[in-house]
């Protein structure tokens, strides 16, 4: 069941339900609140990722109509973010609608991103959760997959939330965490163009590069014979054009095989120098931060915890370069069955493992 926490909004009758049902919600607030202090004690996560999994065997087992369990699902979520937020915890991440959900039949599709168009309205309306704590939201993916309507509402939402900063809700819709990598490769490559121009290739020639010129204690004489050493070596090279605005495998190609290259000539040379030895671990293209910060998640911090419903232990392709290092909890419970005992299941998981991985990272 949906543990729901509802707020004092409207009028209760002063006699009857209305007063008991007063009653019970100061109660429950109250105790909620008692809870969250008592957890409080110890180590909350900073950053909280969601696999919402089991809305449709949700309405299967209740036997609701085809799309009634991502309704029950959002109602779910609204209730989970208020618990985090009220506990402390600054960042959710949550996986709204992955780059593989749009295999699904387009009248599913279709219900789904209207279902999504009416909840990005919604938290625009000054009762909501986004305004009653603060909340900045942040859609992650690649956005251009979405219909206009669709991507129009999510940019009108980031726009108008850009300024709260007590919280942040990030929602992953039409993505994929290998489509994340592709992106954050791609834009390091072109942001490093101008900056290293080994990696454009123009007619067999590497350009900017001449003879004689040194790079790292290395003089190259003759590039063209260099380049053209033999026709396996060079082979790699040729059918990547660099870089710039090609896939990203391009950019492996040129790694490898331009490593190849020198060393391949210089041992035929005889010719191994410290220069050879060094180039590329020395002045790398590309170095981790300039990927990291090209990735759709580079605006918080890594996740803490992942917590996917329905008792699946995947990740599904969602934040594999994020949770390297980040606790794993899967409930047997459907999402829309999620609750405030799962959350505080979550936690409590959370902070018994929590000594032993922050030593772990401290030894990194």
Same mark, same amino acid.
């Given at each position: 069941m949906v543990t729901s926490v509802p707020n004092k909004v409207g009028n209760y009758s002063s006699t009857g339900n209305g007063v008991h049902k007063l009653f019970f919600d100061d109660i429950t607030n109250f105790l909620r609140r008692f809870l969250f202090r008592v957890l409080s004690v110890g180590p909350i996560p900073t950053h909280l990722a969601f696999i919402m999994d089991g809305n449709r065997r949700y309405a299967k087992k209740q036997n609701l109509k085809e799309g009634e369990g991502h309704k029950a699902g959002y109602l779910a979520l609204m209730s989970l973010l208020r618990y985090c937020y009220?506990?402390?915890? =600054?960042?959710?991440?949550?996986?709204?609608?992955?780059?593989? #959900?749009?295999?699904r039949r387009p009248d599913e599709v279709q219900s789904l991103m209207d279902l999504m168009l009416e909840k990005m309205e919604a938290l625009l309306m000054e009762e909501s959760i986004v305004n009653q704590y603060g909340i900045r939201v942040c859609f992650i993916g690649n956005l251009r997959l979405l219909s206009e309507p669709v991507r129009a509402a999510a940019e009108k939402v980031m726009k108008v939330t850009s300024n709260n900063s007590k919280a942040m809700l990030l929602v992953c819709v039409a993505y994929t965490a290998s489509n994340e990598i592709v992106h954050a490769v791609e834009g390091s490559c072109k942001? =490093?163009?101008?900056?290293?121009?080994?990696?454009?290739?123009? #007619?067999?020639v590497m350009d900017d590069v001449k003879e004689g010129e040194k790079i790292n204690g290395m003089v190259v004489h003759d590039i063209q014979d260099f380049y053209e050493d033999t026709s396996a070596e060079s082979q790699g090279l040729k059918q990547g054009k660099g870089c710039n605005g090609t896939p990203y495998h391009a950019c492996e190609s040129f790694e490898s095989n331009w490593d190849q290259v020198l060393t391949s000539k210089a041992s035929k040379s005889g010719e191994v120098s410290e220069g050879f030895r060094n180039l590329r671990q020395e002045d790398p293209v590309i170095k981790l931060v300039d990927i990291e910060k090209h990735m759709y998640m580079a605006v918080a911090p890594d996740p803490d915890m992942l917590i996917r419903s329905s008792g699946e232990s995947r990740l599904s392709n969602f934040l594999l370069w994020q949770t390297s290092n980040c606790q794993l909890y899967s409930p047997a419970a459907l999402w829309p069955e999620i609750g405030l005992s799962q959350l505080v299941w979550a936690i409590l998981k959370f902070q018994q493992s929590h000594s032993y991985l922050e030593k772990k990272m401290n030894q990194l």
């Open positions: 009220e506990l402390g915890i =600054k960042y959710v991440t949550i996986y709204a609608f992955s780059i593989e #959900n749009f295999k942001e =490093k163009e101008e900056e290293f121009p080994l990696c454009n290739l123009n #007619n067999n």
